[in-house]
């Protein structure tokens, strides 16, 4: 019997960038899809911005049709006004699969470092070390493309061990 393939695509958001990068998962093989960079013009007003990200999710959601998404959660920093501004852009990362009645799953930052590098504080370059190991023919031209295969490879292995869970 042949094992039809999940589709998952990550999401790294954020409100100028938001990374994404889409993974099949085969039994316990990951198979490089796509990843990319939805951007937004600063120079125009926040409800702008937000729409244009919001475009953006709906097109790679409409273009790789995944089964399965997975965002990584904001962190909070100093800086309250960024902070709100990044859970603003990461609501679009939320709502646009809800709008198409996918699953979402959330995953910490250092959730994601320890499941693809093994450790909870790995700096940019060995989670993109990482995904290019686990993932040979993987491309991105950005670290938030890398960030977001990072959260898709997260979220295939947290579903294979719930997967394995004994109710």
């Not at 600063?42 to 953006?56: E, F, M, S």
């Not at 979402?104 to 370059?125: F, L, M």
């Not at 023919?137 to 490879?153: M, R």
Request: proline letters at 4%; aromatic letters at 4%.
């Amino acid at each position: 019997m042949k094992e039809h393939p999940i589709r998952i695509v990550g999401f790294d958001p954020g409100l100028r960038r938001t990374g994404w990068g889409a993974i099949d998962v085969i039994s316990n093989r990951l198979i490089f899809v796509g990843s990319g960079l939805i951007t937004s013009d600063n120079n125009v007003d926040l409800a702008t911005r937000l729409l244009q990200l919001h475009c953006g999710v709906m097109g790679v959601l409409e273009k790789y049709e995944p089964q399965e998404v997975s965002v990584e959660q904001t962190f909070v920093n100093k800086d309250a006004v960024a902070t709100l501004k990044l859970g603003q852009a990461r609501a679009i990362s939320l709502l646009a699969p809800a709008q198409r009645g996918l699953p979402v799953s959330e995953y910490a930052p250092n959730a994601v470092k320890k499941t693809v590098v093994g450790v909870g504080h790995a700096d940019k370059k060995q989670v993109q070390t990482m995904v290019k190991m686990l993932l040979p023919k993987a491309t991105f031209d950005s670290e938030d493309a890398a960030d977001a295969l990072a959260i898709a490879i997260c979220h295939a292995h947290q579903r294979g061990a719930k997967a394995y869970k004994i109710a």
